[in-house]
């Protein structure tokens, strides 16, 4: 399987983006789906991650109450909408499936930045 994110852009700060991460193939109801974020001169950071299946979600403390991860079954897709954006959330977004040895499956990363 192979992941491909998209949606990223340069938007203002309060504003809001919807990033997409879609699989090459059908997801198992198992599987978990994880976003991060790279900023420049940052180690890579969690973000959220949403279980396949029965869709329950996690997300990191910067980002609880702004963004909501999802995903659809149907589409083998996943989403990260993020609103209320700040400059601090500038970064490369990734998305990646979790394996038993640990996240893998990185998709390209998508740039989103945010100007005050």
């Known amino acids: 399987v192979q992941l491909q994110a998209s949606g990223g852009g340069s938007v203002q700060a309060g504003d809001s983006l919807r990033l997409s991460c879609a699989s090459s193939?059908?997801?198992?109801?198992?599987?978990?789906m994880g976003w991060f974020r790279k900023a420049p001169g940052k180690d890579r950071e969690f973000v959220a991650a949403v279980r396949w299946g029965v869709g329950t979600t996690v997300y990191a403390d910067s980002v609880k109450g702004r963004f909501t991860v999802s995903r659809d079954r149907a589409e083998n897709t996943g989403y990260l909408q993020m609103n209320s954006l700040k400059p601090e959330d500038t970064a490369d977004y990734y998305c990646a499936l979790e394996k038993s040895t640990g996240w893998a499956s990185w998709g390209q990363g998508t740039l989103v930045t945010v100007s005050s």
């Open positions: 193939g059908r997801l198992l109801s198992s599987a978990r």
